[in-house]
């Protein structure tokens, strides 16, 4: 059962536009994971493939926990169903054989060169299955001297250059507080399965997707990237600052910090104007946006001179009145308490076999208006495996290729 803050009767109805679709994920940890639930949210069936043992990793990955398994695990595998299969055994791939039969997409993330990986060949499946679309999810990618790496999300922002934009100027390297990693495997994961199932409904075919945690970061470097190969000096941290646009980045006010968008010059005439400060606006350096940047040590001193002599809400309330984006950097249990977050139903509440009711991050897009709704808890481990795989004898197994 799934409820929200504001409940919409609509979602009750709302089917999603994978409905009808199969996926079988042997993936694990978080960027596989975090695709194939997404796909759930979307209406697709997610069947969630674990070892008997101990099931994905994450579930693990605590404290905290509720039930048996840790929040790290609930983050990436609602609206799921779980099957336990020991994909090594003959016994164990027969039976994914069998379930890729009825499936439209397999998302995986074996270690290039791995046993399961060659077990599991798409060539193979390909032969046996033409109509799966398949996503193979690494640390590197499937080519280069990091192909065979292990990597989990913080050595992608290591290797993929985001650790070393993040953070203070004279500061160590940090890494981002999003798992940006992993999460951007797992949005062009999406985005590459959504695409080739359109093409399959044309040709028939299903085909072979690769994405990396590496190949992601270096997809949203985007400006950072462009700045680089313009002038090919080395980007650097700017803390909150941005590269290309000034003032744009957290400022100091007599009780907190808080962030100021320029975007444009006129915008900045009008922040000058709120702030009492028409020295700046007429300032021939700091009139047009390349001079700021150029001038960005000078106008961040002037501006924390002038804007740590009011509050943050007294500031925001100001630029507000003016157009000027400005917001108070808020914490994440204020997030959850914000009316805003409340009037869009991201939050929905689940009712989990163990832990109770649990709330749950829903899907960030509308169709037609409707939130698709959480349709149902994170799977304990193993729930569905007699429902989905029965309790017959052991099949004999059959290879990909016969």
Request: with cysteine; hydrophobic share 40%; charged share 20%.
């Amino acid at each position: 059962m799934t409820t929200t803050d504001t409940a919409d009767p609509a979602a009750d109805s709302f089917t999603g536009p994978l409905t009808g679709v199969r996926v079988i994920d042997l993936s694990k940890i978080l960027a596989g994971p975090y695709a194939t639930m997404s796909l759930a949210d979307l209406g697709a069936e997610v069947i969630k493939v674990e070892h008997p043992e101990g099931g994905d990793p994450t579930r693990a990955w605590g404290p905290p926990t509720l039930g048996a398994d840790a929040t790290y695990f609930h983050a990436a595998n609602h609206g799921k169903k779980s099957v336990t299969i020991d994909l090594k055994s003959d016994h164990g791939q027969a039976q994914v054989y069998e379930l890729l039969a009825g499936a439209d997409v397999i998302v995986e993330n074996f270690r290039p060169g791995s046993s399961l990986q060659q077990i599991f060949d798409y060539q193979e499946l390909a032969a046996r299955f033409p109509h799966l679309v398949v996503l193979h999810i690494s640390a590197f990618g499937d080519d280069g001297p990091l192909r065979d790496e292990p990597g989990y999300d913080m050595v992608a922002q290591a290797r993929g250059g985001l650790m070393s934009l993040t953070g203070e100027a004279e500061g160590p390297p940090m890494k981002a507080g999003f798992a940006m990693g992993d999460l951007g495997a797992g949005l062009f994961g999406i985005i590459g399965i959504v695409s080739a199932l359109f093409e399959r409904s044309r040709t028939g075919r299903g085909q072979y997707l690769t994405t990396s945690l590496y190949e992601g970061q270096l997809a949203l470097h985007v400006n950072w990237a462009t700045n680089y190969f313009a002038d090919g000096n080395r980007p650097h941290a700017l803390g909150s600052g941005h590269p290309n646009l000034v003032p744009y980045q957290a400022y100091p006010a007599a009780d907190d910090y808080f962030v100021i968008a320029i975007g444009n010059d006129s915008l900045w005439q009008k922040l000058c104007t709120q702030i009492e400060r028409p020295d700046l606006a007429v300032d021939d350096r700091l009139q047009e946006n390349r001079g700021r940047v150029a001038h960005r040590e000078l106008v961040e001193a002037e501006l924390s001179r002038t804007l740590r002599t009011n509050t943050v809400e007294n500031w925001c309330a100001k630029f507000s009145e003016a157009g000027v984006p400005a917001a108070p950097i808020k914490h994440l249990d204020e997030v959850y308490a914000d009316p805003q977050t409340e009037a869009l139903g991201m939050v929905q509440t689940v009712d989990h076999p163990s832990a109770g009711p649990m709330r749950q991050v829903a899907f960030p897009v509308n169709f037609n208006g409707v939130r698709p709704p959480v349709r149902s808890a994170p799977p304990e481990l193993g729930a569905d495996t007699d429902d989905i795989l029965g309790v017959e004898d052991p099949p004999t197994p059959t290879p990909p290729g016969a």
